[in-house]
């Protein structure tokens, strides 16, 4: 059974930063398609960046240039790193994973995201 387990979130001030990182719990030597999202109260959930099994990254016009997607498969771990953070980054972000073959040496196109974590609180002080 696949998990994954989102850590790293807290409080900070306006211009801090914070790196969340998802554990997942299954073995590979392979990159898949996997994501950041977020939601935030009343509010949608969101995209907020992607990273494809090729390694190329994609990201929510929102948070270009200050958020950076990574991996590192010998951790079994998905990074954001957060920089420049604002009041309106504040939500609940979640990491999602789409383990199909498929993806592997390929970007991701329309992913189906099977598996996700449980979240972890983001908040952002003015």
């Known amino acids: 059974q696949v998990q994954l387990v989102e850590s790293g979130g807290g409080s900070v001030q306006a211009g801090g930063s914070l790196r969340l990182s998802c554990v997942v719990s299954v073995y590979t030597d392979s990159r898949y398609c996997m994501g950041w999202f977020r939601q935030a109260p009343g509010k949608e959930r969101e995209g907020v960046a992607t990273?494809?099994?090729?390694?190329?990254?994609s990201y929510a016009d929102s948070v270009k240039g200050r958020f950076s997607i990574s991996q590192d498969n010998a951790k079994n771990t998905l990074y954001l790193q957060m920089n420049s953070l604002k009041p309106e980054d504040t939500a609940m972000y979640y990491c999602a994973a789409d383990l199909r073959t498929l993806w592997v040496g390929f970007p991701c196109v329309a992913p189906l995201y099977k598996y996700w974590g449980q979240g972890t609180q983001v908040t952002v002080s003015s």
């Open positions: 990273i494809g099994g090729d390694g190329s990254t």
